[in-house]
Structure formats: C-alpha cells, structure tokens
C-alpha cells in the first residue's frame, strides 16, 4: 500500500510569489490535514480536510489555504510569500471515519525556501 | 487546550545504553498520545500510541512508553539503543476525533559508538 506522497519535494520561490504544494494520502483515507515544520516554531498544525470540508484550522494567516478534492487528494497554497514562510511542509492522512485517536501518516514532506 | 512539553532538548548516550525521552503533556480533557521518531530529511513515522486500556505501550523497533495520568507523563523507553536509533522524536497528543494534534518541540537522540 503506498504511503503519504507529497509533491514537489524541494522547491525554491521569490518572495511575493505564490505556491501549491500536492498531496496523495494512503489508498481509502479521507482525511488530509497539513503541518509546517521550521527550527524555531516546530511542528505547527495548518488545517485538515475530511471528504472536501475544512475540519479544522490552525492559527494561521489567511495566505495559507487548502483544498480537498473527491478523491480526497489535497493541495495546500500560500500567496504572497514571506521569508518566513521557508518551512518543511508536511501532510498527513488518515481513515477520518469516527474513530477516535485515528493514527495519522505522515509524507516525507516538501521543503519549500523562500529567497 | 492541550498542549505537550518535551523536557530535554538533546539526549547524547552510547550504545547499547538505555534511553528514557521524557514527555508531559496538560489536558483538561481526555487525550491519546503518541510518539513520532523523523530520520534526517524524512517525514514522521508513528513509533507507538496510547488510546486507551493499558498504561504500557509497545511500539516499534523495541520503544515502549507509560502513560501515568497522575503526573501527566507519557515517557519513551528503550534499554538498549543503536547507532540507528539516532533522530529527533516527537511526543504529540490529540483530544479526540480530529487531525489537530499538537507536538512537542522534540528531542534529538545522538547515540554514540
């Protein structure tokens, strides 16, 4: 069964440019969520998506959007780019069905770096 | 809300030592707990989890962590770590049926031959 996969791996952008960064969750999981990993903030949870609704969001400027398609396929934008916003990028995916503490999965991550 | 609080930033041992990471977590409501280990330039992998029922948690590659809702601790266990074992870990919990979960700022595990 193939894992989390996220894409583009490494990607660098100007700031001010704006970026989408995909996600594949696991075969049968309908709930996506997003968290951005940097050295000074660590882990902090953006948003989650189960069956194409907004579940949740962190606290987190309106320039950080997602969306879930129907085949629970996920993308996550940032507008307006700040140097602030270079950050590992990791999303996550899980049954979602109801089941409490549902074990999430994590992809490898995309590295994003903003110059 | 909850929140996790990781107490050691670095944990230098040598090999075949044994290990204790130590995690607290504060909650004014029931909570699952979990422990995710990240190799260099790698995603999180799920090391083990505590939902309910036994306090004691086994989980992969010989870590195990106690959960002792008393102290509000939830510390990770290994007796005899490897080179291997090198990484950073996260402790992180979550309140219910949701995504949102709120990590520790992690450890970093340097295991020395």
């Known amino acids: 069964k193939a894992g989390v996969t996220q894409t583009p791996r490494y990607l660098i952008k100007t700031r001010g440019q704006q970026v989408t960064l995909s996600c594949s969750p696991i075969?049968?999981?309908?709930?996506v969520s997003w968290y951005q990993q940097t050295p000074g903030q660590g882990l902090q949870f953006l948003f989650e998506y189960f069956s194409e609704t907004q579940r949740n969001k962190g606290n987190f400027p309106g320039r950080f959007s997602g969306r879930q398609f129907s085949n629970s396929r996920s993308e996550m934008n940032v507008s307006t780019l700040e140097l602030g916003d270079s950050a590992l990028y990791l999303c996550?995916?899980?049954?979602?069905?109801?089941?409490?503490?549902?074990?999430?999965?994590f992809g490898e991550g995309s590295w994003l770096t903003v110059v | 809300a909850q929140s996790v609080t990781q107490l050691d930033s670095q944990v230098p041992v040598f090999e075949e030592a044994p290990v204790e990471l130590r995690c607290n977590y504060s909650s004014s409501v029931s909570v699952y707990l979990f422990w995710y280990v990240q190799y260099p330039n790698q995603g999180l992998q799920l090391l083990l989890k505590?939902?309910?029922?036994?306090?004691l948690v086994k989980g992969i590659n010989g870590f195990e962590a106690e959960f002792n809702k008393s102290q509000t601790s939830f510390h990770l266990r290994k007796p005899s770590v490897h080179i291997s074992d090198t990484a950073e870990y996260f402790c992180a919990v979550t309140k219910g049926n949701n995504n949102d979960m709120r990590f520790g700022a992690g450890t970093r595990l340097t295991v020395k031959p």
């Open positions: 075969s049968g999981h309908r709930s």
């Open positions: 996550a995916s899980s049954p979602g069905q109801g089941t409490t503490g549902n074990t999430i999965y």
């Open positions: 505590y939902l309910s029922g036994s306090t």
